[in-house]
Structure formats: structure tokens, C-alpha cells
């Protein structure tokens, strides 16, 4: 069960944050709210006015377990502001490949032991897997929509992959993604229903293509046990795609 702790965390984390917003509203003095509601609008313009600062945040934060969507979202509508759809969307994906890039030598270098301890806390762990099969295991990695961003990153950093192979496999998976992401985000707040549409369109086609490798990958010999031995699955693999 150890494997769904992560998950349990999460959510448990945002009841009790729920619950504190509600005792918080109920009884602190209306002041104290306004300050505090203030205070966060004031930062997520700061971020909004700032992309500079928006993009180290997407780039920078997602590697130390920072869920890396909603700054995503918001580059999305920032960057197309003033880059348009398509530029806009392109940088917010840029960052979240540095983001995977730079994370690939913190894994291998000074957040080794660091990775190691939080994977094995949410019952996540490291699989063997053979030289010959390392690109196949990276791709399955990051298709696999479980996984949070920065444990894809750990678990490939810890095994070791070669840096070509690593940058391979997420680059063309998750930079697109990303883009997709952005991009919704970003025709969405221009208010243009085509660009909507041609947006949540290729998302869409991302996503189901993304599920289609999946699939495939886990019928490889090689690959059959991955994810029971990843600790994301106790039960028969083929399970979980039926």
C-alpha cells in the first residue's frame, strides 16, 4: 500500500489545508482574511508581471516536488500575452525541459541519496534494467501518468541512463505535453474558439497517443514486471490496461 502514500499525502494535505481555510474564514477577523487573501493575489501577480521569474519557477521548482501544473497554466496565459499561442506556449514547454534537463544532473549528482530517500518514502523504487533496454524503460517512465514529473526524473537519474537516452525519450513525450498544456491555457484566456479548439485537439491526441505507447511498451518481454517492481503495481501488469 506503501505506493499509494504519495497520493494519500496529497489529498490529506489538501483537506487539512481546506479545513484551515474554512476554521481561518469562520473565526480569524475580517482583516486578518483580507491581508491573507491580499497577500496571495499579490503574489500570483507578482508572478503574472514577472515571467522572468514565472519561467525559474516552472524550470526550478518542479524538481523538488513542486507540482509543476499550475505554474504551466499560468505561463500558458502569461507568455501568450506577449509572445502569442504558439511562442507562448513553446516557452512555457522550454522551461519544463530545462527543468527535466537540470533535474537529470541534480539526480546523479548531489540529490542522489536525497532522491533515493524520497522515493523509497512513497514506496517507489528502482528497477534493473539491462543497458540494451534503457530507452525502451525511459519512454515507458514517462508515459506512465502516475508517476509525477520528479519521480520520472528520479528514477531515471538513480538508474543511470545515459544523458542522449534520458533527454530522447522526455523531451519527446513530455516537452509536447507541456506545449499542449500551455497552449490550452493560453486560447483559453485569448477567448478564440478556434485556437480552443485546436488546442484541447492535439491535447487530446497527446494524451491517447502517450496511452497508446504505453500499452505497447508493456507488452515487451523485457518490460513485463516494470511496474510491480517501480511500486506502482502489485497486481498482474496487464491488469491496469484492460
Known amino acids: 500500500m506503501r505506493k499509494k502514500k504519495l497520493i494519500i499525502s496529497i489529498i490529506l494535505l489538501g483537506i487539512v489545508g481546506g479545513l484551515g481555510l474554512l476554521a481561518g474564514y469562520l473565526w480569524l477577523p475580517e482583516p486578518v482574511i483580507d491581508r491573507a487573501v491580499q497577500g496571495g493575489r499579490e503574489l500570483w501577480d507578482q508572478l503574472g508581471e514577472h515571467p522572468l521569474l514565472l519561467y525559474a519557477c516552472l524550470a526550478i521548482l518542479p524538481a523538488f516536488l513542486v507540482p509543476q501544473t499550475p505554474f504551466l497554466i499560468l505561463a500558458g496565459m502569461v507568455f501568450t500575452e506577449s509572445l502569442g499561442e504558439g511562442f507562448g506556449a513553446a516557452a512555457a514547454a522550454s522551461a519544463v525541459g530545462l527543468n527535466i534537463l537540470w533535474s537529470y544532473f541534480l539526480t546523479v549528482g548531489?540529490?542522489?541519496?536525497?532522491?533515493?530517500?524520497?522515493?523509497?518514502?512513497?514506496?517507489?523504487?528502482?528497477?534493473?534494467?539491462?543497458?540494451?533496454?534503457?530507452?525502451?524503460?525511459?519512454f515507458l517512465v514517462r508515459v506512465t501518468p502516475v508517476l509525477p514529473l520528479c519521480v520520472q526524473n528520479y528514477v531515471l537519474g538513480l538508474l543511470k541512463v545515459p544523458l542522449h537516452l534520458y533527454l530522447l525519450a522526455s523531451w519527446s513525450t513530455q516537452v509536447p505535453l507541456a506545449f499542449a498544456v500551455a497552449l490550452t491555457a493560453g486560447a483559453i484566456l485569448e477567448g478564440s474558439f478556434v485556437y480552443i479548439l485546436v488546442a484541447v485537439a492535439v491535447l487530446l491526441l497527446l494524451v491517447i497517443g502517450l496511452k497508446w505507447v504505453r500499452k505497447r511498451l508493456r507488452k515487451d518481454p523485457g518490460l513485463e514486471d516494470v511496474d510491480r517492481e517501480l511500486g506502482i503495481e502489485e497486481a498482474n501488469p496487464e491488469a491496469a490496461d484492460s
Open 110 to 138: 548531489p540529490l542522489h541519496s536525497l532522491a533515493q530517500k524520497i522515493l523509497s518514502q512513497f514506496g517507489y523504487a528502482v528497477p534493473k534494467i539491462p543497458a540494451e533496454d534503457h530507452l525502451k524503460f525511459s
